[in-house]
């Protein structure tokens, strides 16, 4: 059956961008950021620790420290899609294993506490990356679910 020429047209199919999420994935995303924040607050204790006091310069590196979490806690409350989730849940592991790696590793050499500057800059950038990626895959989902 088509639709009559001389009919007032119709309005186009609501984009499901505002769709709210399901609830195991809204639980997901509530633990995931959750254990974002306690790995950023756990780090950046760390980092207190190691330090001999607080100057500039170490609150600079704190604030290094957590960025990499606070991005993953961010796309935790803005992504969607369960593979964005899997993405953050694996950036969350990836920060946590090298963050751990890195901090073990200030104690062994003189050395040892640049790691407490480049290390976070890279997770930050894998972080970034997967953020960028996960938003990717929320928006051809978003894309795919508009078409059909």
């Known amino acids: 059956m088509q639709r009559s020429p001389y009919a007032p047209p119709r309005e186009p199919p609501a984009v499901d961008?505002?769709?709210?999420?399901?609830?195991?994935?809204?639980?997901?995303?509530h633990i995931l950021g959750a254990a974002s924040l306690l790995s950023a607050a756990i780090f950046v204790g760390w980092a207190v620790w190691l330090s001999s006091g607080l100057s500039i310069f170490v609150i600079i590196i704190l604030g290094l420290i957590?960025?990499?979490?606070?991005v993953l806690w961010l796309a935790c409350r803005t992504l969607t899609g369960w593979i964005s989730m899997l993405l953050v849940a694996v950036a969350l592991v990836g920060c946590i294993w090298v963050g751990v790696y890195a901090f073990d590793a200030v104690d062994e050499d003189a050395q040892g506490g640049i790691n407490l500057v480049f290390i976070p800059i890279l997770q930050l950038g894998g972080v970034i990356c997967a953020a960028c990626l996960g938003g990717a895959f929320d928006w051809i989902a978003q894309k795919v679910r508009a078409g059909s």
């Not at 961008?17 to 995303?29: E, L, M, Q, T, Y």
């Not at 957590?66 to 606070?70: H, Q, S, T």
């Open 17 to 29: 961008a505002a769709r709210p999420p399901s609830d195991a994935r809204a639980i997901a995303a």
């Open 66 to 70: 957590a960025a990499p979490y606070l």
